[in-house]
């Protein structure tokens, strides 16, 4: 198993806020975010002054965890966008070089297709920026089980067979939808 760490250079940062800024501009949003796929908040920019913005972060990154696994169910690979609609406010993200996030903050003035537009325009120039950032770090290969011990077979006459063992129970992923869309609506509302 890797783990993937980010190191933003000077250059690189100053890159990827110009391209935030644009796409801010461009799509007419109030609020731009980059998250990190852990929920963790890396930039933004825009009016964020009635929002906790770490909250937020923290629950797009648990939102995306869980819809990858609700697309494995349905035979998809991933998905990579997704679309939350308020009374008064609206959050568009979407997956950017598989280890980022955008997520958009708007209103109602500024309409889903202007964001998902905008958002496709700058992914294209965010992906090769964000790609230089990762640094993946291979664990050490883990050592091998140990020889299972030596059990002796049942005795021929004892009449009983030697016990096998019982496969495992395939572990139930969690459902973060319902509690992640609560916590959501809550901070919206």
């Not at 883990?142 to 049942?154: E, H, S, T």
Request: proline share 7%; glycine share 4%.
């Amino acid at each position: 198993m890797s783990d993937v760490q980010f190191i933003f250079t000077e250059e690189v940062s100053r890159e990827v806020d110009a391209l935030l800024q644009r796409y801010l501009r461009q799509s007419k949003a109030r609020c731009v975010l980059l998250i990190a796929k852990s929920g963790h908040l890396i930039n933004q920019f825009g009016f964020t002054s009635s929002f906790n913005v770490q909250p937020i972060a923290a629950l797009i990154g648990g939102i995306f965890t869980s819809t990858q696994s609700l697309a494995r169910l349905v035979a998809e690979e991933k998905f990579s966008t997704m679309f939350q609609e308020g009374r008064t406010w609206n959050v568009y993200f979407t997956l950017l070089a598989d280890q980022f996030i955008l997520a958009t903050i708007f209103d109602k003035t500024t309409v889903v297709g202007m964001i998902r537009h905008a958002a496709d325009d700058v992914r294209q120039e965010l992906e090769p920026q964000l790609l230089k950032t990762m640094v993946v770090e291979e664990e050490a290969p883990a050592q091998p089980p140990p020889p299972p011990a030596f059990v002796p077979a049942a005795h021929p006459f004892a009449g009983t067979a030697p016990a096998t063992a019982q496969p495992a129970a395939e572990p139930e992923l969690p459902d973060f939808n319902k509690a992640v869309e609560d916590a959501l609506s809550k901070l919206f509302a």
